[in-house]
């Protein structure tokens, strides 16, 4: 007796290998009940070696009568009753009875029925981004958290192994590249604010510009690089737990090998229906990147204390002239003084990323207690710097906001906001920045210190700063908002004419982190901006290396085989077929339990690195108008 199994299928097909099926039921407890019937194992037909996700299926057909009708397994939720499929004591399936695949074929007093169970990935779809309480993930997470959020809402627990062989530059080849890579959550609530990208929108979105895969087999997800199975069939894949921390590394040799019976292959053509065709190389690919501006860039725009010590997003300098924090509170109390020193600098916020032709919002609010007249200066310094500056500031070229707030100077001086004997308890104060001073090359970095409230009628009140809200600007070329870019891929010599489809991706590298599309190093601070294939010397961004490696994949006609081989292969395979040159990738697949038949449409990978006389990369800023590309040549 096992606790929720309530049928369990069992039987040996014709070269004796066994296989079995459970049915569980969740809360069945009792007996389990042997019956008859067989499974198939399938995975879904893809067209491009690259597209990410492989999902697995299984079809149970079951011998039913008058007394087992099996009616108890039909239901219309979803997620409801678990099914396992091992071949030869191992697990080689674990998902769902999927409800829309129940079929029912009646003879006589004896009927088949019939069922299809998923490995869950098809939900994905339509699932929310969001935590096991429903809510939207929001800031920075690793991309291995972010793959384990999404694929937990497929229901089913599994490891999680991943093979990518790309790194950022100054990153150690062989890390799991995951683990090393932050994305912004708010990046997957698309532009309306209200609508969450689904799960299988959040894997394509990482996987897609590694050129990575995403399968099932039995307890484990696998990811890997199609294109590593060019010239090397060991992968060596970090493993993870349930949680997404990578604990080890598992080497799998997946070289398997088809040939005919009469040369001896364990694995061999059967039932004469193989054939080849031939599918054409890509000439032409474009990828299109949508930045997507941060709706903040301070995150903590309310000056939250979790301690009631220290405020996130900011640096308290001096604790002179202000009110202790609260637990729990928000908002930064200063005590308002009427003599020298007043130039006390107590708070700054911490810096945020200005990248060329940027600018910036800022909105701040105070309110104000025990006011009694007069006019108060709130003096603060607003300052951009070559380097993140720390008080006292140092180092590094410093620029300041001047008092007109339309141009950057060298002089040190606060600008003071004056407010006069109208005063209420709530006032705002906002403006746009100027761009970056010329004297900045490459980032700047952007601090705002407020120095203690200034009241010159000899009145003494508090002056709180409940908020600093720091919005971007989109960047401008020639005056012209730019809201992303394009990368192109053409071929050169003997161009094809098959353009693919432009390809939209929500992530990618920049050189400052305004945008939800950025993607982070380690620190969580720096942006990625180039990366290197392991064992390839070179320095590329993300897209053009997922782009060429698109080209390369498919930069000849490629051979497609059709056809049925006696005997198992795991759709985990990189395939040599006897005679024929080339490698294969399973590109569709159905496994005939009882028959120990496989029928497999395989497609020629290619992995030869294409000189760069022969391909053309443009990058092109993106003003709004995606072209499909044409082929020059």
Same mark, same amino acid.
């Given at each position: ?9 069992e039987?040996?097909?014709i070269?004796?290998?066994?296989h079995?099926?459970?049915i569980i039921?969740d809360g069945?407890?009792g007996?389990?009940?042997f019956?008859q019937?067989?499974?198939r194992?399938?995975?879904g037909a893809? $067209?491009n070696? #690259? ?5 697995q ?7 039913a009568?008058?007394?087992l009708?099996?009616?108890d397994l039909?239901? $219309?939720k979803?997620?409801s009753?678990?099914i396992?499929?091992?071949r030869?004591?191992?697990?080689y399936f674990?998902?769902?009875l999927?409800?829309e695949?129940?079929y $029912? ?5 004896d009927?088949?029925?019939? +069922?299809d169970?998923?490995?869950? #990935? ?8 969001v935590d096991e309480?429903?809510?939207p993930?929001?800031?920075k997470?690793t991309?291995?958290q ?6 937990a ?5 599994k490891?999680?192994?991943?093979s ?6 100054g990153l150690?080849?062989g890390v799991?590249i ?9 990046? *997957?609530?698309?532009?309306?604010a209200?609508?969450?990208?689904s799960?299988?929108?959040?894997i394509?979105?990482i996987l897609?510009?590694?050129?990575a895969?995403l399968?099932s +087999?039995?307890d484990?997800? *696998?990811?890997?690089k199609p294109?590593e199975l060019y010239?090397?069939s060991?992968?060596?894949?970090n493993?993870?737990?349930?949680e ?5 590394s &598992?080497?799998l040799n997946? #070289? ?6 009469i040369?001896g292959y364990e694995?061999?053509?059967c039932?004469q229906?193989q054939k080849?065709?031939i599918e054409a ?8 990147y949508?930045y ?6 301070l995150q903590?725009?309310?000056l939250y204390? %979790?301690?009631g010590v220290?405020?996130?997003g900011?640096?308290?300098?001096n604790?002179?002239n ?6 729990g509170?928000y908002?930064f109390t200063?005590?308002c003084v009427?003599?020298?020193p007043f130039?006390v =600098?107590n708070i700054?916020s911490?810096?945020v990323?200005?990248?060329? /032709?940027?600018t910036v919002?800022v909105?701040?609010e105070f309110? @104000? =207690? ?5 006019v108060v200066?709130?003096?603060? *310094?607003?300052?951009?710097s /070559?380097v993140p500056?720390? %008080?006292?500031f140092?180092?590094?070229d &410093?620029?300041?906001l001047?008092?007109d707030f339309?141009s950057?100077g060298a002089?040190? &001086?606060? @600008?003071?906001?004056?407010f006069g004997?109208?005063?209420t308890?709530k006032?705002?104060f906002?403006?746009?920045?100027p761009?970056?001073p %010329?004297?900045?090359?490459?980032i ?8 203690t ?8 009140y508090?002056v ?9 600007n989109?960047?401008l070329?020639?005056d012209?908002?730019?809201?992303g870019?394009f990368?192109?891929?053409?071929r050169?010599d003997?161009?094809?004419s098959?353009?693919q489809?432009?390809? =939209?991706? !929500?992530?990618?590298?920049?050189? !400052?982190?305004?945008y939800k599309?950025?993607?982070?190093k380690s620190?969580q601070?720096?942006p990625?901006f180039?990366? *290197?294939r392991k064992?390839? !010397?070179?320095?590329?961004?993300l897209l053009?290396?997922m782009?060429?490696e698109t ?6 006609? @490629?051979r497609?085989y059709s056809?049925?081989v006696f005997?198992?292969?795991?759709f985990l395979s990189i395939?040599?077929i006897?005679n024929?040159s ?6 569709q697949y159905s496994?005939d ?5 496989t029928? #497999?449409?395989m497609r ?7 000189p760069e006389e022969?391909l ?5 800023? /993106?003003?709004?108008?995606t ?5 020059k040549?």
């Amino acid at each position: 007796m096992a606790d929720g199994i309530k049928y369990k299928i069992e039987y040996y097909d014709i070269v004796n290998i066994k296989h079995r099926c459970h049915i569980i039921i969740d809360g069945y407890i009792g007996e389990e009940i042997f019956i008859q019937g067989s499974v198939r194992l399938d995975y879904g037909a893809v $067209e491009n070696p #690259l597209d990410v996700i492989r999902s697995q299926g299984l079809r149970v057909d079951l011998e039913a009568n008058s007394e087992l009708t099996f009616e108890d397994l039909y239901s $219309e939720k979803e997620k409801s009753i678990e099914i396992h499929y091992f071949r030869d004591e191992e697990l080689y399936f674990k998902g769902w009875l999927n409800p829309e695949g129940w079929y $029912e074929d009646f003879v006589n007093s004896d009927w088949i029925v019939s +069922f299809d169970c998923v490995d869950g #990935l098809g939900y994905l779809s339509s699932y929310s981004f969001v935590d096991e309480n429903g809510i939207p993930i929001t800031g920075k997470i690793t991309q291995a958290q972010a793959l384990f959020k999404a694929l937990a809402r497929t229901g089913i627990s599994k490891n999680m192994n991943v093979s990518i062989g790309i790194y950022y530059t100054g990153l150690t080849a062989g890390v799991p590249i995951l683990d090393y890579v932050y994305v912004v959550g708010d990046r *997957y609530i698309k532009d309306d604010a209200k609508t969450i990208m689904s799960c299988e929108e959040v894997i394509l979105d990482i996987l897609e510009p590694y050129g990575a895969i995403l399968t099932s +087999f039995g307890d484990n997800w *696998y990811i890997y690089k199609p294109n590593e199975l060019y010239s090397n069939s060991t992968v060596v894949f970090n493993k993870y737990t349930l949680e997404g921390v990578a604990y080890q590394s &598992v080497a799998l040799n997946l #070289l398997k090998t088809i040939g005919s019976d009469i040369e001896g292959y364990e694995i061999r053509h059967c039932n004469q229906n193989q054939k080849f065709k031939i599918e054409a190389s890509i000439g032409a690919y474009r990828i299109s990147y949508k930045y997507g501006l941060l709706d903040k860039l301070l995150q903590n725009s309310d000056l939250y204390s %979790a301690d009631g010590v220290s405020i996130d997003g900011f640096q308290i300098v001096n604790y002179e002239n202000v009110e202790p924090l609260e637990i729990g509170g928000y908002g930064f109390t200063f005590k308002c003084v009427t003599t020298q020193p007043f130039s006390v =600098q107590n708070i700054r916020s911490k810096f945020v990323e200005i990248d060329d /032709d940027v600018t910036v919002n800022v909105k701040m609010e105070f309110s @104000t =207690q025990d006011y009694d007249g007069g006019v108060v200066y709130y003096p603060m *310094y607003i300052l951009i710097s /070559d380097v993140p500056q720390q %008080a006292p500031f140092s180092g590094g070229d &410093v620029y300041y906001l001047q008092d007109d707030f339309t141009s950057w100077g060298a002089a040190n &001086v606060p @600008t003071d906001q004056i407010f006069g004997s109208g005063i209420t308890d709530k006032i705002a104060f906002e403006f746009t920045t100027p761009v970056k001073p %010329a004297g900045i090359t490459g980032i700047g970095y952007l601090h705002i210190a407020f120095r203690t409230p200034i009241q010159n009628n000899g009145y003494r009140y508090l002056v709180t700063l409940d908020s600093l809200l720091i919005t971007p600007n989109q960047k401008l070329a020639n005056d012209t908002p730019v809201i992303g870019e394009f990368h192109t891929f053409q071929r050169k010599d003997n161009p094809s004419s098959k353009i693919q489809d432009i390809k =939209q991706v !929500a992530t990618g590298d920049n050189t !400052a982190g305004v945008y939800k599309g950025t993607i982070y190093k380690s620190d969580q601070t720096t942006p990625t901006f180039s990366w *290197y294939r392991k064992g390839i !010397a070179e320095s590329k961004k993300l897209l053009r290396i997922m782009g060429e490696e698109t080209m390369r994949i498919s930069q000849l006609p @490629t051979r497609v085989y059709s056809g049925d081989v006696f005997g198992y292969i795991e759709f985990l395979s990189i395939v040599e077929i006897a005679n024929v040159s080339g490698r294969f990738l399973i590109m569709q697949y159905s496994y005939d339990t009882k028959n120990n038949v496989t029928s #497999l449409v395989m497609r020629q990978i290619l992995g030869a690195e294409i000189p760069e006389e022969d391909l053309e990369y443009d990058f092109e800023n /993106d003003y709004g108008n995606t072209v499909k590309p044409t082929i020059k040549g």
